[in-house]
């Protein structure tokens, strides 16, 4: 398996094949996010709800993201890996927005950061990718900003709303993002804004019209414990078996079924004869 580039994704959308894409939180799931041959890992911020229990993405905090940035490159070979910068840490300004990003890059490994909406973030995507940065653009659904935006829906349900949608995509574009996000976006209105952009679209609840697809790792493999979105396809639920093998474990413990003999160290006789002197 080749190293995904900017290059290989931007050919992936010429040769209208579909990119692939997951979140990952730490070395185990980045490392089977690796086997399983995804093109793209996102060190996404719903790290906030999904291994961090907060209940929302906005406490989650630079210092964390990196912790988690950190161990999900360890477990990468071929993806690219992409880093949320969260919420409060890229917004004030555009030395703050390169200042947060740099750490991603040089401390943690990231490839490539994402940031959520137009507005604002247009310019400070200009300024990170003029830094050296790459940037992947994210618009729609934002949960950073989903108070403002009529909480967790999907957003371009009217024409207007689409086109303001398409714009800021567009000068996302123009601003130099190599690749954005469309999450909950009807598939009308994605399908009418994908002419518009020469860079790679990747969807999450905007239909089959995008560049690539991408899930969080927790929602596809049924291991989190909480509302899933109409978009959310499982593709196994592990939840229940870890349950049960935790459980098992805990039964064996209390029947003192566990642990076995071949379980145990042993010490050679000689030695076990002197420990009673
Ligand atoms: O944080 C995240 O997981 C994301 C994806 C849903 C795109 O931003
Ligand atoms: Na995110």
Redesign the pocket.
Same mark, same amino acid.
């Given at each position: 398996r080749t190293k995904t580039t900017f290059a290989s994704l931007a050919a992936h959308k010429a040769a209208g094949e579909p990119i692939v894409m997951v979140t990952a939180y730490d070395y185990p799931s980045a490392q089977i996010a690796d086997a399983a041959g995804v093109d793209m890992v996102?060190v996404? +911020?719903?790290a906030a709800m999904t291994v961090l229990g907060y209940d929302s993405?906005i406490p989650v905090t630079v210092d964390e993201m990196l912790m988690l940035t950190a161990a999900v490159r360890r477990g990468l070979s071929t993806p690219l890996l992409v880093a +949320?910068l969260p919420f409060g840490s890229y917004e004030t300004s555009d030395e703050q927005a390169v200042a947060t990003a740099m750490r991603f890059v040089k401390e943690a490994g990231a490839d490539a950061v994402?940031i959520?909406r137009g507005g604002s973030s247009v310019d400070r995507a200009r300024a990170l990718v003029a830094a050296g940065i790459p940037v992947m653009g994210?618009v729609g659904l934002t949960?950073?900003t989903a108070a403002t935006i009529g909480g967790y829906r999907s957003q371009g349900r009217t024409a207007s709303d689409a086109l303001a949608i398409r714009d800021s995509a567009a000068a996302l574009q123009e601003a130099g993002c190599f690749a954005i996000?469309f999450e909950a976006i009807p598939t009308p209105a994605t399908d009418a804004i994908m002419p518009h952009l020469e860079i790679p679209v990747i969807g999450i609840g905007a239909g089959p019209g995008t560049d690539g697809q991408v899930l969080v790792f927790h929602d596809l493999l049924g291991i989190y414990d909480g509302h899933a979105a109409r978009f959310v396809k499982r593709y196994a639920e592990l939840r229940a078996p870890m349950v049960e093998a935790v459980a098992a474990y805990a039964a064996d413990v209390r029947e003192r079924r566990y642990p076995e003999p071949r379980h145990e160290y042993g010490m050679p006789e000689d030695q076990v004869a002197h420990l009673t002197q």
């Amino acid at each position: 398996r080749t190293k995904t580039t900017f290059a290989s994704l931007a050919a992936h959308k010429a040769a209208g094949e579909p990119i692939v894409m997951v979140t990952a939180y730490d070395y185990p799931s980045a490392q089977i996010a690796d086997a399983a041959g995804v093109d793209m890992v996102l060190v996404g +911020d719903s790290a906030a709800m999904t291994v961090l229990g907060y209940d929302s993405t906005i406490p989650v905090t630079v210092d964390e993201m990196l912790m988690l940035t950190a161990a999900v490159r360890r477990g990468l070979s071929t993806p690219l890996l992409v880093a +949320d910068l969260p919420f409060g840490s890229y917004e004030t300004s555009d030395e703050q927005a390169v200042a947060t990003a740099m750490r991603f890059v040089k401390e943690a490994g990231a490839d490539a950061v994402k940031i959520e909406r137009g507005g604002s973030s247009v310019d400070r995507a200009r300024a990170l990718v003029a830094a050296g940065i790459p940037v992947m653009g994210h618009v729609g659904l934002t949960p950073q900003t989903a108070a403002t935006i009529g909480g967790y829906r999907s957003q371009g349900r009217t024409a207007s709303d689409a086109l303001a949608i398409r714009d800021s995509a567009a000068a996302l574009q123009e601003a130099g993002c190599f690749a954005i996000v469309f999450e909950a976006i009807p598939t009308p209105a994605t399908d009418a804004i994908m002419p518009h952009l020469e860079i790679p679209v990747i969807g999450i609840g905007a239909g089959p019209g995008t560049d690539g697809q991408v899930l969080v790792f927790h929602d596809l493999l049924g291991i989190y414990d909480g509302h899933a979105a109409r978009f959310v396809k499982r593709y196994a639920e592990l939840r229940a078996p870890m349950v049960e093998a935790v459980a098992a474990y805990a039964a064996d413990v209390r029947e003192r079924r566990y642990p076995e003999p071949r379980h145990e160290y042993g010490m050679p006789e000689d030695q076990v004869a002197h420990l009673t002197q």
